[in-house]
């Protein structure tokens, strides 16, 4: 009996036992996978704007043998150097230059203007006067159409004038002139001869100055002394009125009528 006793105290702690190292083997396991599994967060807040990921996070699970190297790939990740590309808008205002005004520095920055020809330019402009036109610029020393289409667009006078236009206007003063002479032509001008003979007692003033010796002070004297007498009662009475000589009113009898 005591045998028995003994086997059974002896079997249970055997069972005791094996539950005591299962349950222990399977509280480390349980354990031993909880550590191998790790979550990582990566935030790429450093990350520059242009990349155009403001700010994101990326989970990773991975095992424990793989952190090290996960570790290190973000860490690299996270220091790599992001290339930019930095676009600079330049603006520049076109360039326009007076010719009659503008320096040897500013005419050298047209196109196919050098030295020599900037001081060709300010020499005939010096010597000619300034230039008309920017047309005229192809007179200068060395400056053909060549250079001349390359800047044209690029400068300017102030009021040009161009033969033409001098022509058009001396053209336009040669009609005025002309139709003022043809106009002076084709007037006509009565003569004592086309209107004789004149009535002394109803002529005015510009008619009876056309009468020899008659200038307008007389023609006055004739009209008032008719409008005081009542009007000639012959020719002879010119004799009364001052300034007229009988020689003179004999010249002037031929040419006039009382009717």
Do not use: W
Not at 107 to 127: D, P, T, W
Not at 214 to 231: L, P
Request: charged share 30%.
């Amino acid at each position: 009996m005591k045998g028995n006793s003994t086997f059974k105290k002896y079997l249970l702690f055997m069972i005791c036992s094996a539950l005591i190292v299962g349950s222990v083997t399977f509280y480390f396991h349980v354990t031993d996978q909880k550590k191998r599994t790790t979550t990582i967060i990566i935030r790429n807040s450093e990350l520059p704007a242009t990349q155009n990921s403001s700010e994101h996070q990326t989970t990773i699970k991975v095992t424990e043998k793989s952190i090290k190297n996960t570790k290190t790939s973000s860490t690299k990740q996270s220091s790599r150097t992001t290339k930019q590309t930095t676009t600079f808008e330049i603006i520049t205002e076109p360039l326009y230059i007076d010719i009659n005004s503008a320096n040897k520095d500013e005419l050298k920055k047209l196109n196919g203007i050098g030295e020599v020809l900037a001081s060709e330019i300010i020499f005939y402009r010096e010597n000619n006067g300034e230039f008309r036109n920017i047309d005229e610029i192809m007179n200068v020393n060395g400056i053909g159409e060549g250079i001349f289409n390359k800047i044209k667009d690029f400068i300017y006078v102030v009021n040009p004038t161009y033969e033409e236009d001098i022509e058009d206007i001396a053209e336009d003063v040669k009609s005025e002139i002309d139709e003022s002479v043809n106009e002076s032509e084709t007037e006509f001008i009565p003569s004592i001869e086309d209107i004789k003979p004149i009535n002394i007692n109803t002529a005015d003033v510009d008619t009876l100055m056309l009468l020899p010796y008659i200038d307008e002070d007389i023609a006055e004297k004739i009209i008032d002394f008719r409008g005081r007498s009542g009007g000639f009662k012959n020719e002879y009475e010119l004799l009364l009125i001052e300034g007229l000589t009988r020689a003179k009113v004999a010249e002037i009898m031929p040419y006039i009528t009382i009717q």
